[in-house]
């Protein structure tokens, strides 16, 4: 099973272009060598005033790109740019960034109500209701065939290429034929966390998550927690704690952070996540708090639980405020979603 998608730029491009009235152009990085800040599938919109949303690099390449941007809108027509910065004095167009690396970027002009917008619209919904999908960025061949492609009906050469990438589940350069080259992504959902307890140090946890564009889902038996809060989008499920299971389709989340601050409830709340099979279960709250749900939870609960469970959960920075110890949990998550190492090891029994 492949992890869950960190770079979540897609959907933030996505939804600008939709709120467009006019062309924008929609950059993407195709390819890389040696060290860049963004790798291929690395995505930034520039509009026509010179906004621009997302980064391609340190913003040394963005004022150029702006310029191959505004050529492409004149045109309509797509258009490749490349930065080769591993020569010993950099002074491509005048950019000197010392980053040692190249890249090709494709830049395409999307226009409101296009195909592609309305492909991309369809494929980002896909995803964010836990449907891993395949995208392509043709970025050789005949020029009026490069750009983005999410469905490939009537090119048989594509729709393989994506099949493959599916099933693969990874992403990389693809020869289409003799002419034809495409970057072909794998898009795994997002991170979906559960929190369990809608307290006021829940408020920014989900803010944090919400800002990594991770999709969040907060439960609660209390109503008044639940409805007089900024939850920045996540959806709200309201219940008595030993319902959780009953209510929510537990096997769609990649972690829940259990942090009620109610002890009955927590041990509720445990013992519904202790049949599933979410991979990552934090608990907030000091290491006898913790035994001690464990107890309550029972011995078969408590060893289903011990291998997934992290208590305290978050990462050790001292962290004094509820904002602080959302950061410290956020950054665990973030880690483990990675499958980096995280500094706190599972409990053990």
Request: charged share 15%.
């Amino acid at each position: 099973m492949s992890l869950p998608r960190l770079d979540t730029s897609l959907e933030l491009l996505t939804a600008r272009l939709a709120a467009l009235q006019e062309p924008s152009v929609l950059a993407t990085i195709v390819s890389t060598e040696g060290s860049t800040y963004r790798k291929a599938g690395a995505r930034m919109l520039i509009e026509a005033n010179g906004r621009m949303t997302g980064l391609l690099s340190g913003g040394c390449l963005e004022r150029d790109l702006a310029e191959h941007a505004h050529a492409v809108l004149t045109t309509g027509v797509a258009a490749i740019a490349q930065y080769d910065m591993r020569t010993t004095d950099d002074l491509i167009y005048g950019i000197g960034a010392g980053c040692e690396g190249a890249m090709r970027v494709l830049l395409e002009q999307v226009t409101p109500g296009s195909m592609v917008l309305a492909e991309l619209l369809g494929l980002v919904a896909r995803v964010g209701q836990g449907h891993p999908s395949a995208l392509a960025v043709v970025h050789t061949g005949p020029v009026e065939g490069l750009g983005t492609r999410c469905v490939a009906a009537d090119d048989e050469a594509l729709s393989s290429a994506l099949s493959n990438c599916l099933a693969a589940q990874r992403s990389g350069n693809v020869a289409l034929d003799v002419h034809r080259q495409a970057w072909v992504e794998f898009l795994a959902p997002p991170p979906h966390v559960l929190i369990c307890g809608a307290g006021p140090d829940a408020v920014p946890l989900v803010h944090l998550l919400a800002g990594l564009g991770f999709l969040v889902t907060v439960a609660d038996h209390r109503p008044l927690y639940l409805d007089n809060a900024d939850w920045r989008g996540a959806q709200r499920s309201l219940g008595p704690a030993a319902t959780l299971a009953q209510r929510l389709p537990l096997a769609r989340f990649d972690a829940a952070v259990v942090m009620s601050h109610h002890l009955d409830s927590d041990a509720l709340y445990l013992a519904g996540l202790a049949g599933s099979a979410i991979p990552r279960i934090g608990l907030l709250g000091p290491r006898a708090r913790r035994e001690r749900l464990l107890g309550m939870v029972g011995r078969d609960g408590a060893e289903a639980l011990r291998a997934r469970l992290r208590g305290p959960v978050g990462l050790d920075i001292g962290a004094p405020t509820p904002e602080a110890i959302a950061l410290a949990i956020a950054a665990e998550l973030h880690a483990l979603f990675a499958g980096r190492q995280a500094t706190l090891a599972p409990v053990s029994a």
